[in-house]
């Protein structure tokens, strides 16, 4: 079970350890444990991300060995040894709740063996645009998806560990992310981008970090609204907040009072602004002791356990790794039911991305094993058949790859996205505010104390923000993938696909990447289509599994493909200002009458399944609405199903989206079986965010149940009359 970090008895005795401590070393347990200039050199030259956890509240005195932070969306990011799991957005493509609390619980157990103890493996940010460079590391578009998802994930992490949910909140930029305002109302900010985050702290989340972002004109870490008065006050919160690092956060004291916790990696903003502002009585000592006192509750939660170095990358977890892979691979098409692929002496690989490792980005969330025991997807369509001739070509020429086509009874077409065409983007330029801030080097401040000191630092600390500025000017600034603008395939990987295609009819593409990839130049002259994002390092074996029909494909969309990048809200990567509204995916698709080339929600088997006997019932003491229906496969193979909840509200009041999912469940199923599952979907899930009154209203009228299989799918449908209802905050 999930340690529990407000028990009275841990809560008796962090109250007992808070006594204890002299104000110093409050004030010491508010930041990272490491200097400053030792941390960045340590990060610029012995690659400190990936060689050791970073550590806080180190107390040796009271028995206490600190919080060790370690990232791992994908993994533990620690050379070592550890497994690499698909990208949480192909394992959103999954729909698997118990699937995910697996992945957080196995990710826990390896961070543990590591030394470990605090795992930044839950990003829950709203997909808004599918060209964000680091869609691949949250769930997809929806916060119902992103919710549960992100919920499923703090469960199995808050087993071993101390789980952290990132990055609070309306962070889906990445290009200018140290310097955009996002401007948006109460009622979206409610609605659709805040309860994702409620669902992971419901879950047990013992922490959250903040954006580098501004909302409505503050900084994430320094923004009273969204860390005391919702995540503290309405929500209850009894965890910590941490900054994002190094750059998180410009004013300390402004950050301490807003209801920031911690600032990580190093000693920096905080050390160097809240000893002065407590001793002038601008400070509360009420304010740092609350501060301390969460970050003691959640060292003396975390469980005794003994985590051998075994644990990484064993069976189990390959496995598990296989299973996500397996589970989260989406079939986009099968025309003249292609696939599975049968009957075969001699296929063709083509394509680069097909015999080399591809898990991802390089950021924060870059996962380190060994590169022979990452499985391709040449490596395992070879492992798959020994008496299958696999021949490979890199399809540099697309002449050359039709020739090999031809000879060949079928083609996998493997292309897409890496490292090089997204991910996380840091623009130098934007980091000189901060830079202004940096603290002078530990032995200066011994010799001189940082008092004296500070004076002459300025300067030095201006004319480094100053340069870094100009490097960053003369350079271009870019030396991370970052955003993706445009959408489609390089013109090379197209005309591949169009000469292959046309060579050989038993083509199929596979498609590898985090965000969207239109696919309208080519995607009506191939027959098969499939996507298997950055699948891990088993994802070679996993796409074998799906293409030569030991497994159905069951992964469904976590975000809607356009048929067009216009359909999409603005995306303007160095945005220095953006409004965020209701719109966007598929609620933005439908509004503007726009049928998706791939709808969210949307993926073909090659199973078959029929819906009926479909009823919803209201339980009024629970909040809560009922939803049930038989689903039956009444295809010849095992397969999954993931049934799908929308509603389409009264919308009388005030505009809403036509149609928004507020509840799923995967559901695997044997060739004849039947089953008849429940779907509890609270009425939050149904109601709007009423600025005025301040909560979450029940409309009255008429709520139309769909249960689809996907947003765009008529489905099969139940009506409801609903009363008005508040629902609190």
Request: one cysteine or more; proline letters at 6%; aromatic letters at 6%.
């Amino acid at each position: 079970m999930p340690h529990d970090s407000t028990s009275s008895s841990n809560e008796a005795r962090a109250r007992q350890l808070l006594a204890r401590l002299s104000p110093a070393e409050k004030l010491a347990q508010l930041s990272g444990a490491t200097d400053f200039w030792a941390g960045m050199g340590d990060i610029a030259f012995a690659d400190a991300s990936h060689r050791h956890p970073w550590p806080a509240g180190l107390l040796p005195g009271q028995g206490l060995a600190g919080l060790q932070f370690v990232d791992g969306p994908r993994g533990v990011v620690l050379t070592g040894g550890a497994t690499t799991f698909p990208v949480p957005i192909a394992r959103g493509a999954s729909w698997d709740l118990d699937l995910e609390e697996r992945i957080g619980e196995a990710i826990a157990r390896e961070a543990r063996s590591h030394g470990a103890n605090w795992v930044a493996a839950v990003c829950v940010n709203l997909l808004r645009h599918p060209g964000w460079g680091r869609a691949q590391e949250t769930y997809g578009e929806d916060p119902v998806l992103l919710g549960e998802m992100g919920g499923a994930c703090c469960r199995g992490l808050q087993r071993h560990s101390i789980a952290c949910v990132k990055h609070f909140a309306l962070n889906s930029i990445d290009s200018s992310r140290f310097l955009v305002d996002i401007q948006v109302s109460r009622r979206v900010l409610h609605e659709l981008y805040l309860p994702h985050f409620r669902d992971c702290l419901a879950a047990g989340a013992g922490s959250v970090m903040t954006a580098y972002n501004r909302v409505n004109g503050l900084w994430c870490a320094q923004h009273p609204e969204l860390l005391t008065s919702i995540l503290k006050n309405r929500w209850g919160f009894q965890g910590f907040v941490v900054s994002d690092f190094i750059f998180g956060l410009r004013d300390g004291v402004a950050a301490l009072q807003a209801g920031l916790d911690l600032e990580m990696p190093f000693r920096m903003i905080l050390e160097g602004s809240l000893g002065a502002a407590l001793a002038a009585g601008s400070l509360a000592m009420e304010r740092i002791d609350d501060a301390v006192l969460r970050l003691l509750r959640a060292q003396l939660a975390l469980p005794a356990g003994d985590y051998p170095p075994t644990l990484r990358g064993c069976a189990a977890h390959r496995a598990l790794a296989r299973e996500a892979a397996s589970k989260s691979i989406v079939l986009l098409k099968n025309a003249g039911a292609l696939l599975p692929l049968r009957d075969l002496t001699s296929l063709a690989v083509i394509g680069r991305l097909a015999a080399r490792p591809n898990l991802g980005d390089r950021g924060s969330s870059d996962t380190r094993p060994a590169m022979a025991e990452v499985v391709t997807p040449l490596a395992g369509l070879r492992a798959a058949d020994p008496q299958l001739l696999v021949r490979h070509g890199d399809g540099l020429d697309p002449a050359a790859a039709a020739q090999l086509a031809v000879s060949c009874d079928a083609a996998v077409v493997v292309v897409g996205l890496d490292w090089q065409s997204e991910g996380e983007h840091i623009h130098p330029g934007d980091l000189a505010p901060v830079l202004r801030e940096m603290p002078a080097p530990d032995p200066l401040q011994r010799w001189l104390g940082s008092q004296r000191l500070r004076p002459f630092w300025r300067p030095v600390a201006e004319l480094v923000a100053s340069i870094t500025r100009f490097a960053s000017a003369r350079t271009g600034g870019d030396f991370a993938a970052g955003d993706r603008t445009e959408l489609e395939l390089p013109p090379a990987e197209e005309a591949l696909i169009l000469a292959v295609a046309a060579a050989n009819p038993r083509t199929v593409v596979v498609l590898m990447g985090g965000g969207a990839i239109l696919c309208e130049a080519w995607r009506h002259q191939v027959n098969a289509i499939l996507l298997l994002w950055y699948p891990g390092q088993q994802g070679g074996e996993a796409l074998a599994d799906v293409l030569l029909g030991k497994l159905s494909p069951s992964g469904r969309m976590p975000f809607a493909v356009p048929t067009s990048a216009g359909h999409l809200p603005v995306f303007e990567p160095r945005a220095e200002r953006v409004i965020y509204d209701l719109w966007h995916g598929y609620r933005l698709l439908r509004r503007q009458g726009h049928a998706a080339a791939f709808p969210f929600g949307f993926g073909l088997s090659y199973g078959s399944f029929s819906h009926g006997d479909l009823q919803a019932e209201l339980l009024v003491a629970e909040e809560t609405l009922l939803v049930t229906i038989t689903v039956a496969n009444t295809g010849a193979m095992a397969a999954a199903e993931v049934v799908q909840v929308y509603l389409e509200p009264p919308g009388q009041l005030v505009e809403r989206p036509a149609r928004l999912l507020v509840g799923f469940q995967r559901l695997q199923l044997e060739p004849g079986q039947a089953a008849r599952p429940s779907l509890a979907i609270p009425l939050r899930r149904l109601a709007y965010f009423n600025e005025n009154a301040d909560a979450f209203l029940l409309e009255p009228g008429t709520h139309r149940l769909v249960v689809a299989r996907h947003a765009e799918d008529e489905g099969l449908a139940v009506a409801i009359q609903l009363e008005a209802l508040v629902l609190g905050p």
